[in-house]
Nanobody, 124 residues
Framework: QVQLVESGGGLVQVGGSLRLSCAAS????????MGWFRQAPGKEREFVAAISRRGISTYYADSVKGRFTISRDNAKNTVSLQMNSLKPEDTAVYYC?????????????????WGQGTQVTVSS
């Protein structure tokens, strides 16, 4: 059993930066692919970024490539999402997720555990 808790969300101005963190308990995350997803009201959950078990490989949605950076620290059992050059369309609830299968990066249904989400609002 894995529990995930996101933090770091809030209100930020257009062009600003924000860093989200996800802390895990129950089990270590070293055996899990970790991902970030986001969901705006009335919209489907959208893939944002993912990182491999050792942190060697990273994957990004085209909409955030070059602006967002995913990282992990397995010693601290955390994963982070650094968000720069934020735009109004980045406004959403952001979710941290863990996938034990090792076969999926992009599909929400393939992830086994989810955090409660943290709100990010980019104002213009």
């Amino acid at each position: 059993q894995v529990q995930l808790v996101e933090s770091g969300g809030g209100l930020v101005q257009v062009g600003g930066s924000l860093r989200l963190s996800c802390a895990a308990s129950g089990r270590t995350l070293s055996s899990y692919i970790m991902g970030w997803f986001r969901q705006a009201p009335g919209k489907e959950r959208e893939f944002v970024a993912a990182i491999s078990r050792r942190g060697i490989s990273t994957y990004y949605a085209d909409s955030v490539k070059g602006r967002f950076t995913i990282s992990r620290d397995n010693a601290k059992n955390t994963v982070s999402l650094q968000m720069n050059s934020l735009k109004p369309e980045d406004t959403a609830v952001y979710y941290c997720a863990a996938d034990r299968s090792g076969t999926s990066y992009y599909t929400p249904i393939a992830y086994d555990y989810w955090g409660q989400g943290t709100q990010v609002t980019v104002s213009s």
